[in-house]
């Protein structure tokens, strides 16, 4: 028997969660079963879609209930199985939750291999922000060589990747991020062309700057703020441009509604450049995750794309890292370490 | 020597437009040239995209400058040529603006034929607002047989014929439309599964009414108003639902823009449910007209497709007509009789 630490929703946050939202609790688990096999968790991946589960609000994904694990993604290593494709001793990943132990039939796990990248990559550039970065990029925002585009959150887990994969299909990459500290990483590292500080602008200066940074206009927007950075770029859009919406995060716990661009001056723009604005979720392109690691998978492992993590340290401070994450405080890949790497 | 009578644009409008924005002058015109010919205009067509041209506002087109000619769809006679491919006598569809007379080289002019369909049909069901129609409902909105689809100006030259090119698609079509009396000929003239009065509702009431008209959901919305009916309608779009953005007459005027519903939740909307949004111009689809006309050409022809005009006698109650179509006052396609039917 094996005793497993958890982190559960302990109510639903009225706004910005605080840590009191959650709640700790040790359960010892059962035996497994045939076909199952028992994990213990190494990394835990923090990731801004979780706000949403966390009210009980319609949305593409049911709610987290109250008492249940927190979702998130994991890089677990099986330390007992009755699973002889998950035997003792591999490095998996899967959506074993805010946990430190789970017990798994194999559904939604696939295998890592330990020798192609660092592991905690398997929840990060070559895990699902990676492959959200690559389809938002080209299946949604239907990104073209030498275009330009502006990403938002341009150091943040799934922005970063898509500017790499922007800059790799030559196009003119333009950051947006929070901090002269983030701009400097997104240039020098990430290879962005220019990237402008939100906290330094407000909506109409940033329109501005973007101006300045797109001589030739925006043809794709990757979205995953909302807020005055969308206003700002929405003025800069290119006819025909793309704005691929993967998430909106300043307008996630309710903040900033109030100071949102009117309505009518979007759908404007939407009818007088004929944008095409598409939302997706990755969770409905997950077989396209063979492409993705055959494309993506060489470019990590030799160099051409680089990534940053922003660590929390024991799964006790995963709360506190992600309060910090929605309100920009990380600088990278949020992760939590939860247990020692492997042998 | 011929005069011509014509509607200039007088001043700019501030908010809704007045009669005095307009100013009516008679001008000699010279004598046509090689390759050119003069018309009597017989129809002048009325369309909303006409108030963005009085407003001096970067759009899709050049804005009307002050003193010349309104622009406008119209179908005339040729009266004399020295052009062979547009003899005298023809029936021409070409975009002489607010006049009785104008000279043309017959770019972007095309000859109609009187015995298909009624001449005024050339700038309606058979013009611009039919393949509007066409390619919003087809190549834009994306629709499918089977699927629902809600039009807004439900009775409009637009709104009118998706209804009935909906219908013929087996669709379910449920229009939005101003007074009992429209939703009344949207049914039982356009064969529309149903249609809601807007003046009954508010945003919240009309979207419960739309909810109970499309039991499976909305997955196509033909959208040339804004406003409450678009409030209405994106609470009850499906997942992988398609906005084909047309219009938005609601607030070309400036006015609802306070009352609009807030970006966030419309991005809300956008992002779970994987809304595809998009804008069009019919300028850019005018390449498709003879595919249009082959298809759409027969059903009016035979009587599949039904229209209703609302005509104003002479051209110097334009102005007039205009501003009540923009207020919804029309029912049926806004036409001004500007000279006789050809003998």
């Known amino acids: 028997m094996t005793d497993a630490t958890r982190i559960v929703l302990a109510s639903r946050p009225d706004g910005k969660p605080t840590t009191d939202n959650f709640r700790t609790e040790t359960v010892t688990l059962p035996a497994i079963e045939d076909g199952e096999f028992l994990v213990r968790v190494i990394w835990l991946s923090l990731d801004p879609y979780m706000r949403g589960r966390m009210d009980d609000a319609k949305s593409y994904a049911k709610p ?15 330390i007992e199985s009755r699973n002889s494709d998950f035997p003792v001793g591999k490095i998996v990943a899967g959506s074993f939750g805010w946990t430190t132990h789970a017990i798994s039939n194999g ?66 990459v333009i950051g947006v991020a929070g901090g002269p500290e983030k701009c400097d990483y997104a240039i020098k590292e990430l290879g962005y062309d220019l990237c402008l500080d939100h906290h330094a602008h407000d909506a109409k200066s940033l329109g501005k700057a973007i101006a300045k940074a797109a001589p030739d206009g925006v043809d794709v927007y990757f979205e995953s703020v909302g807020g005055k950075t969308l206003e700002a770029v929405l003025g800069n859009m290119n006819i025909h441009g793309r704005i691929a919406v993967c ?97």
């Open 247 to 343: 998430g909106m995060i300043a307008w996630y716990s309710g903040q900033g509604v109030k100071d949102a661009q009117p309505l009518p001056a979007v759908w404007r723009n939407i009818l007088t450049k004929r944008l095409l604005v598409e939302g997706f979720i990755i969770f409905e392109h997950f077989h396209k995750f063979p492409d993705f690691m055959a494309q993506v998978g060489p470019m990590v492992g030799d160099g051409r794309i680089t990534y940053r993590e922003d660590i929390a340290e024991g799964l006790e401070n995963a709360p506190q890292a992600f309060i910090d994450m929605l309100g920009g405080g990380n600088f990278g890949k949020q992760m939590v370490r939860v247990g020692a790497d492997p042998k």
């Open 64 to 78: 987290v209930a109250l008492g249940d694990v927190m979702e998130g993604g994991t890089v677990a290593e099986v």
């Open 107 to 172: 559904d939604g796990v696939r295998i890592v291999d330990p020798d192609m990248a660092p592991i905690s990559t398997a929840q990060g550039v070559l895990g699902m922000p990676g492959i959200t970065a690559w389809v938002g990029l080209n299946d949604i925002g239907r990104a073209k060589d030498g275009e330009t585009i502006v990403v938002s959150a341009a150091t943040g887990a799934v922005g970063g990747m898509v500017g790499q994969l922007a800059k790799a299909k030559n196009m003119r």
